[in-house]
């Protein structure tokens, strides 16, 4: 069964703390492997992956996959109160039809 | 440039009533995808529709309907409400069912079954 693995399940940190989520997947003709955070209502997309080693960046967030150990990392830098969210892991196969499975988030909670 | 909207924000039912869900996607996408978020859960996979049919299918039971109309506004319907079926319903919308373009999510529905 496809499955996708977010660790932790919840993490508290400082405010300009560093952190790194984790995203693992089995899943059969993976296609692509994407980020999203959810504030409080309609998770906003971050970052879409597809090929192994390729750092994506956007400011003070950068994402990686590893097709090889199939995993990806999210690194929030110099986190901010702001960043608070569950941040959703989502992988997309290239079955017959294309499914997109969810893991079920890593809660991250700063503190000012 | 309006985003996904989705109506009502809102709805508490009771078991075995029927719920109506309505989405609106984003301008210039055509495809729109259901999902149900349970609390502390990820997104679940309900249906997509594209051109006004459903295209996939998620593990979901057959009280769980859809449609879409040709300005691809879609419906979610649920019928013989379950207590199980409290839950976040998210719609997102996209452009095509080809290569993958990011789904754009609208805040949901939040519905509470008693």
């Known amino acids: 069964e496809d499955k996708v693995v977010q660790s932790p399940l919840s993490l508290v940190v400082h405010e300009g703390d560093t952190v790194t989520l984790n995203c693992s997947y089995e899943?059969?003709?993976?296609?692509?492997l994407l980020w999203y955070k959810q504030e409080k209502k309609a998770p906003t997309f971050l970052f879409m992956l597809t090929s192994s080693g390729i750092e994506k960046k956007s400011g003070r967030l950068s994402s990686i996959l590893d097709k090889k150990e199939l995993f990806s990392i999210l690194n929030i830098t110099a986190t901010q109160t702001g960043d608070s969210a569950v941040y959703l892991c989502?992988?997309?196969?290239?079955?017959?039809?294309?499914?997109?499975?969810f893991g079920k988030g890593t809660r991250l909670h700063i503190l000012p | 440039d309006a985003g996904v909207t989705q109506s009502p924000t809102h709805l508490i039912k009771t078991r075995g009533q029927q719920v109506t869900l309505r989405c609106s996607p984003k301008?210039?996408?055509?495809?729109v995808s259901w999902y149900q978020q349970a609390l502390g859960q990820g997104p679940q996979f309900i249906f997509q529709?594209?051109?006004?049919?459903?295209?996939q299918r998620g593990n979901f039971p057959d009280r769980f309907s859809g449609h879409q109309y040709p300005n691809y506004s879609s419906e979610l319907n649920v019928n013989a409400l379950l207590l199980g079926d409290s839950a976040l319903y998210l719609c997102a919308s996209s452009y095509g069912t080809g290569d993958y373009s990011p789904l754009h999510f609208g805040n949901g529905t939040r519905l509470t079954v008693t």
């Open positions: 989502a992988v997309i196969t290239m079955n017959r039809d294309d499914k997109i499975i």
């Open positions: 899943v059969t003709n993976f296609r692509s």
């Open positions: 529709y594209y051109e006004e049919e459903e295209r």
């Open positions: 301008s210039g996408h055509d495809t």
